[in-house]
């Protein structure tokens, strides 16, 4: 029997070995074998065969199916019911042949994750047989009890019941877990009323909205070739690792996505070490793992690197259509968590999970394509290909301009208020950076001068002149703007790592959408009043520029001087979530999503009250965790150490002679400066508390009772994290219950 300890020093003994068996264990780790093979199957193999594409259909389908297929995917012609058939018993015997029992309608509910709900193929016949059946139906519709999805108020107005729907414009694949696999068919989510309840719906008609405008502009233009404009989408995406064992004793990690206490490491990323430095073995196979899940789903992954801060690393994939990227990414954050349990580690998408080092983003890279694959933002060789790409680039600088304070409230959700303008990430002031001989251009075409020294050697005229060679590579030095155009698509720098990529997308779209329809209204007025249509171009060009250059900042974006200098120019800057959400329901906002039919104003209202409810609850569960973290974990360790003090002050006082005794002793001040503290940490966490019920009490709409949680509780939050992280840097280590910085960030 080992020997009975007193109950005290056992706890004691408990705290310490939890962080010390965790580095034990992550020492003894190896890194996992996974049975990736390219040199028996190549990785072109590879790539896809978990997909239902468009050449699997070629080979399965009969070709007259085939060919209304494709008719309806790049047409957006109806799909027959007969047709379905024949897809779903196709798709049901390539499913099935593959290993396949279970299909599912996989979608994306205002959650903004994902959704899925299996069933299996399996059917009873006649006569006691059992079949395994897919039909039409099956494919086409499905109808989930969806109640509990969030709504903002929209069922509850119309109907009860949601259904999904098949979008046959993302491919259907295959999902291979360890002991089974299952079809997973990409479908959007609406009520029996028509009402979106997803994040798809709205994202693929702000794509029709782009296709209509975009080609009536291009038809003034002479355009006559573009067929179909599609929008196309490249997310780099940025996450951290963890061990997971540190990960398991991190109660705010596993609740909230991000650490809620913590002092700064004492190194962080100031050597610059990390950024593209030898990606570790342990890193390395974990990523080579999720990858090549990726590539078995036809998911175009490209590129990998280690990032800025400590444990963070990027992974970007190659563009693809936005619909199809918004999957694509939803499915590489599941591929990536799931591939880091299998490697004993954690994949944190939170946009701040670690305060004092740099946070997560996702770079949204986005332009506009024709269905040749001709990049819309693509400055041409020609005069004739210039005049489109600066109508097409006027279009984009007049959007941002105009629509900036909706660009900024589509990235405002309570984790990237931790992120936005923390000298990391772009401000929260949305402007445009066109690099210098962009700019030059811009400039000329408003003044009608050329600036000495420029390398745009006379004034632009459109149409006639052809553009100066834009530098690549000086295009994206400028790290700092939010929304930067870098060399043929802009890339917006604000979206959070854990976000769907299908919000901010819609927006831009749809933005952008009413932008060409601006542009093309005035250029086909001047048209009909006689003009050709490149005298009409060059003036609404012109013009356009000219209102609308005040969004061009080719500066740093960080600097204290440009928030002065975008104050006098006008430009907004809402600094958080409660500042900028109310901009959703402006009228001009309600008007701009009607009027495109990309959300009704119910659709939209309810969109900004899940917005609001996200937002207070996710900063509820942060209460309830600091509460909870503070009161039974940091506040006993505290406790603990200042008992360990006043007691050895005590005997070493007892084995003095009286004579002897100092009158002060070093040891006081520390007795001192713990025990202050340790009142400070529990006034706070009563604190937190007496506001937190508060705020459960406050009466007042989503938006009042928001900016509560904004303005009191989160100050509150605040307080007692920063008296706890004081303390973690005085109490004994040995006593400290939840695993440092320094080592979470190091030890993996
Ligand atoms: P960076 O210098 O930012 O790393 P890259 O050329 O590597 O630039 O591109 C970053 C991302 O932008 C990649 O995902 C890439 O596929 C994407 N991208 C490139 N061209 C386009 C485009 N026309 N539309 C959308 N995304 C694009
Ligand atoms: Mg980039």
């Not at 599912?104 to 059992?130: R, V």
């Not at 060679?469 to 604000?494: I, Q, V």
């Not at 409660?578 to 009228?587: A, G, K, Y």
Request: charge should be negative.
């Amino acid at each position: 029997m080992p020997p009975v300890t007193a109950a005290g020093r056992e706890g004691v003994m408990n705290t310490a070995n939890a962080r010390r068996e965790a580095i034990k264990t992550i020492q003894d780790r190896e890194s996992v074998f996974s049975s990736v093979d390219y040199i028996h199957e190549s990785m072109i193999d590879q790539f896809g065969s978990n997909v239902f594409s468009r050449s699997v259909m070629r080979t399965l389908l009969p070709k007259d199916a085939y060919r209304a297929l494709i008719r309806c995917l790049d047409h957006g012609e109806r799909l027959e019911p007969a047709l379905a058939d024949v897809v779903a018993n196709a798709m049901k015997d390539w499913a099935i042949s593959r290993g396949a029992t279970h299909f599912t309608h996989w979608f994306q509910p205002m959650t903004g994750a994902t959704a899925e709900k299996h069933d299996s193929f399996l059917q009873p016949g006649g006569d006691n047989e059992w079949l395994l059946e897919f039909s039409g139906k099956n494919l086409i519709q499905g109808e989930p009890d969806a109640s509990s999805f969030p709504s903002g108020g929209i069922r509850s107005t119309f109907e009860a019941r949601g259904y999904t729907g098949w979008d046959p414009t993302s491919p259907a694949f295959i999902v291979d877990s360890i002991n089974g696999k299952t079809l997973c068919i990409p479908t959007v989510f609406c009520a029996f009323s028509g009402h979106a309840l997803d994040k798809k719906t709205p994202l693929l008609r702000s794509v029709e909205a782009i296709n209509k405008q975009a080609i009536r502009l291009l038809r003034l233009l002479g355009n006559s070739e573009s067929q179909r404009i599609t929008c196309t989408v490249g997310p780099e995406q940025e996450y951290f690792l963890i061990d997971e064992a540190f990960y398991n004793l991190r109660p705010d990690l596993i609740n909230a996505g991000r650490a809620l206490f913590g002092a700064r490491p004492p190194k962080g990323q100031e050597m610059e070490d990390h950024y593209w430095g030898s990606i570790r073995e342990r890193v390395l196979a974990f990523m080579m793992d999720a990858e090549n899940e990726l590539y078995r789903l036809g998911v175009p992954v490209k590129t990998r690197h280690n990032e800025v801060a400590p444990a963070q690393f990027e992974v970007a994939p190659i563009f693809e259509q936005s619909n199809v990227a918004t999957d694509h990414n939803m499915l590489l954050m599941e591929v990536f968590r799931r591939t880091a349990q299998r490697h004993r580690l954690r994949c944190l998408f939170h946009e701040k999970p670690f305060s004092g080092i740099n946070g997560s983003g996702k770079h949204n890279n986005w332009s506009m394509a024709d269905d040749k694959g001709s990049n819309l933002l693509e400055p041409g060789s020609t005069p004739h290909e210039n005049e489109q790409f600066l109508v097409i680039l006027t279009a984009v600088i007049r959007a941002v301009n105009k629509w900036g304070k909706l660009l900024r409230a589509t990235v405002a959700f309570a984790g990237n208020d931790h992120r936005l303008g923390a000298n990391e990430a772009p401000p929260a002031i949305m402007s445009i950076y066109l690099g210098d001989t962009l700019g030059e251009v811009v400039d000329s075409i408003i003044t009608g001068k050329v600036p000495e020294g420029s390398k745009v050697s006379k004034v632009m005229e459109l149409g006639v002149s052809t553009l100066p060679e834009l530098p690549r590579d000086a295009s994206d030095r400028n790290r700092t703007s939010p929304f930067a155009f870098t060399g043929n698509k802009f890339e917006f720098r604000a979206v959070g790592a854990s976000q769907s990529i299908a919000w901010p997308n819609t927006v831009l779209n749809t933005m952008v959408a009413e932008s060409l329809d601006f542009m093309a209204s005035k250029i086909d007025q001047l048209i009909k009043s006689g003009k050709t249509s490149n005298q009409a171009a060059q003036t609404v060009v012109k013009e356009t520029l000219a209102e609308n250059n005040r969004v061009i900042f080719n500066g740093d974006n960080y600097s204290e001087e440009w928030h002065k200098e975008a104050e006098r120019r006008g430009l907004p800057n809402d600094r958080n979530t409660i500042e900028s959400l109310p901009t959703l329901v402006s009228p001009e906002v309600k008007r701009l999503f009607s009027s495109y039919g990309v959300l009704t104003e119910e659709e939209l209202v309810s969109r900004y009250n899940i917005m609001l409810e996200n937002y207070i609850k996710t900063i509820n569960i942060e209460v309830q965790l600091t509460l909870n973290l503070a009161s039974t974990m940091i506040l006993p360790a505290a406790l603990q150490y200042q008992g360990n003090i006043a007691s050895s002050i005590a005997s070493m006082y007892q084995a003095l002679r009286e004579e002897d005794r100092p009158s002060s002793m070093q040891h006081d001040k520390l007795l001192k400066d713990i025990w202050e503290r340790t009142s400070k940490l529990k006034f706070s966490i009563d604190q937190l508390e007496a506001v937190s019920k508060e705020a459960d009490h406050a009466t007042g709409d989503h938006l009042e009772h928001a900016k509560f949680y904004q303005q009191k509780v989160i100050p509150a939050i605040n307080a007692v994290r920063a008296v706890a992280d004081e303390l973690e840097s005085i109490v004994d280590d040995s006593l400290w219950p939840l695993p440092k910085f320094r080592e979470m960030l190091y030890i993996y």
